[in-house]
C-alpha cells in the first residue's frame, strides 16, 4: 500500500482486507542504508567473515615467505613429510579449507579451488568420482595426481588445473618447500603453542600455489545518523494517515495490536507507529464496537440437518 515512507524513508505498508470492515496492515523497516550518509545501517559481512568460501581458485603467485595463503599441509596426517604416493589432502592454513576440483569435473582444464572445505579421504576406492574428489597422490617425480581421476596437477601460465599427465609437461612437476612460516600454525599465533602442522609451499617454475585466501578486512565503521534519519539498529518511525489505507471506516477506528495482544487508543484520522529495525508491527483496523476476536461461528449451510441417508 505504502513504500518509501517513514523517519527513514525505508517503511513499507501491506494491506489485506479480513471481512466484516476489517483491514490488517503490516508495517515493515527494511532499513538497510543510513539515509543521512548513505552508509550500510549494519556493516558487510565478507565471505571469511561469514565463515564459509573463505578460499577461492588456486593459483600460482609470487612466493612469499610472510603469506599464510601460500602455506599447505597435509591433512591425511598432519606431520607427515611429502612423499610419494601418498594419498591425503592439501589443507590451506589461510583459508583452513582443501585442495577441490570444482564440480567434479573430469574433462581437462577443469579448475581447482580451496572454497568448498574438506572432504574425509575415501576408505576404499570411489563409489563414486566426487567421493574421491579432494583426495591427492604425491609422486616422486614431481606430479601431484587426483585420486578421484588420474588427472596432473598442471601449471597453465598462473592458473591451475587438472590435465592428464605428461612426463614432457614442465607445468606438472612441482616440488614441496618446508615453508619458512610454517611454525606460526593458526592455532599458534593465537594462542602461542606449538605449530598444529608442517606447511609446505608448494612450488612450479619459481613461483607458489595461492589459494588468494586473505584476513577478512575489519568491518567499516558506521558514522552516526543525523536526524531525522534513523538510529542504526534503532526503529523507523511513520505517521500513517488512515485515508491512504482505504479502510472504508467512517469516524474513529479500533486498533489491535497482534503482537502485543492488545488494543490501542483508537485512531481517528492518523496513527503513529515504531517499527523496530529489521522488525515488523502487524494492526488490525476495525470499526468502532467491533469485537475482537470474532467470535467463531459455523456458516449457515453447516447448520442445516442433513438429508436422511438412504440405505
Excluded at 17 to 25: H, I, K, N, Y
Excluded at 26 to 46: C, D
Excluded at 272 to 301: I, R
Aim: charged residues 15%; contains cysteine; hydrophobic residues 35%.
Amino acid at each position: 500500500m505504502l513504500a518509501g515512507v517513514g523517519s527513514n524513508k525505508q517503511i513499507e505498508v501491506w494491506t489485506k482486507p479480513l471481512g466484516d470492515g476489517r483491514t490488517a496492515a503490516l508495517i515493515v523497516n527494511t532499513a538497510k542504508v543510513n539515509m543521512a550518509t548513505g552508509a550500510p545501517t549494519e556493516p558487510a559481512v565478507s565471505r571469511a567473515q561469514a565463515g564459509s568460501g573463505r578460499g577461492g581458485p588456486i593459483m600460482m603467485s609470487a612466493c612469499d615467505p610472510k603469506s599464510d595463503s601460500q602455506v599447505w599441509s597435509l591433512s591425511a596426517n598432519p606431520n607427515a613429510t611429502w612423499s610419494n604416493g601418498k594419498v591425503t589432502n592439501v589443507k590451506g592454513l589461510a583459508s583452513n579449507a582443501c585442495w577441490e576440483i570444482t564440480g567434479c569435473n573430469e574433462k581437462p582444464g577443469a579448475g581447482i579451488g580451496t572454497g568448498y572445505g574438506c572432504k574425509g579421504l575415501p576408505k576404499s576406492g570411489c563409489a563414486n568420482p566426487c567421493g574421491c574428489n579432494g583426495a591427492w597422490q604425491l609422486q616422486s617425480n614431481g606430479t601431484i595426481v587426483s585420486f578421484m581421476d588420474g588427472a596432473c596437477l598442471t601449471n597453465t601460465g598462473g592458473h591451475l588445473s587438472t590435465d592428464p599427465c605428461d612426463s614432457s609437461n614442465k607445468g606438472q612437476i612441482f616440488k614441496a618447500v618446508p615453508h619458512k612460516n610454517a611454525s606460526f600454525s593458526a592455532v599458534g599465533r593465537a594462542s602461542g603453542k606449538p605449530p598444529q602442522s608442517a606447511g609446505f609451499s608448494v612450488q612450479n617454475g619459481g613461483k607458489c600455489v595461492d589459494d588468494q585466501a586473505r584476513p577478512a578486512p575489519a568491518p567499516t565503521p558506521v558514522p552516526p545518523c543525523v536526524p531525522p534519519a534513523c538510529t542504526p539498529g534503532g526503529p523507523g518511525r511513520v505517521t500513517l494517515k488512515l485515508a491512504d489505507l482505504k479502510l472504508g471506516i467512517k469516524g474513529p477506528v479500533k486498533v489491535r495490536s497482534l503482537w502485543d495482544k492488545k488494543d490501542l487508543p483508537n485512531a481517528l484520522a492518523t496513527i503513529d507507529v515504531s517499527v523496530p529495525h529489521h522488525g515488523c508491527t502487524f494492526l488490525v483496523f476495525m470499526p468502532l464496537g467491533s469485537k475482537w476476536p470474532l467470535p467463531f461461528e459455523l456458516p449457515a449451510w453447516m447448520k442445516k440437518k442433513p438429508p436422511p441417508v438412504q440405505t
